[in-house]
T-cell receptor, first 113, second 115 residues
């Protein structure tokens, strides 16, 4: 299995909703990442979970919260989002060390209404 | 500050023609450079990855080159197809002693292949 699986592929949610994005990999990678990508822009790093330690981009608002139940899963919990949070959310994973096996999931297209 | 610059920003070519995309970077210490293809609304798909000692790497009709001295890379697409229409992103990773190698993304080149 050489894939990073993201679910759901599409999500529409209201500003008062609570939802979660899921990301799973079975490649034995020890680092996983969440990115946010707006149209025609490069992905922006939100969170890194590496060596069982979570690193947070300080510019990410607290309405986004990551959760890592185990080394194969990295979820992103969403609460009280704003319309400007609408974007493509990408999960990625990489091997230990030199980041050689950096692999992206197919993304979740999120629309906040 | 680590930076990755790509050119051109967009490119339109006719089906069957070749093209070359450029990537210049100022990332230190250099670990690896990857080219990704990203279709609209989808996650990036890796085309090639090169480390410091590699000058060229091919993946089908895609050939990437790396000049670590000038900190430049190119992606050459041969005999373009309509399905090559996508954004091509250059990503450069810096080495780190902390165990997590955060890559720097270029803004991408938008390629449109016309019949």
């Amino acid at each position: 299995d050489t894939e990073v699986t993201q679910t759901p592929k599409h999500l529409v949610m209201g500003m008062t909703n609570k939802k979660s994005l899921k990301c799973e990999q079975h490649m034995g990678h020890r680092a996983m990442y969440w990115y946010k990508q707006k149209a025609k822009k490069p992905p922006e790093l939100m969170f890194v979970y590496s060596y069982e330690k979570l690193s947070i981009n300080e510019s990410v608002p607290s309405r986004f919260s990551p959760e890592c139940p185990n080394s194969s899963l990295l979820n992103l919990h969403l609460h009280a989002l704003q319309p400007e949070d609408s974007a493509l959310y990408l999960c990625a994973s990489s091997q230990d060390g030199a980041n050689y096996g950096y692999t992206f999931g197919s993304g979740t297209r999120l629309t906040v209404v | 500050k680590n930076q990755v610059e790509q050119s051109p920003q967009s490119l339109i070519i006719l089906e069957g023609k070749n093209c070359t995309l450029q990537c210049n970077y100022t990332v230190s210490p250099f670990s690896n450079l990857r080219w990704y293809k990203q279709d609209t609304g989808r996650g990036p798909v890796s085309l090639t990855i090169m480390t410091f000692s590699e000058n060229t790497k091919s993946n089908g009709r895609y050939t990437a080159t790396l000049d670590a001295d000038t900190k430049q890379s190119s992606l050459h697409i041969t005999a373009s197809q309509l399905s090559d229409s996508a954004s091509y992103i250059c990503v450069v990773s810096a080495g780190s002693s902390g165990g997590s190698y955060i890559p720097t993304f270029g803004r991408g080149t938008s390629l449109i292949v016309h019949p």
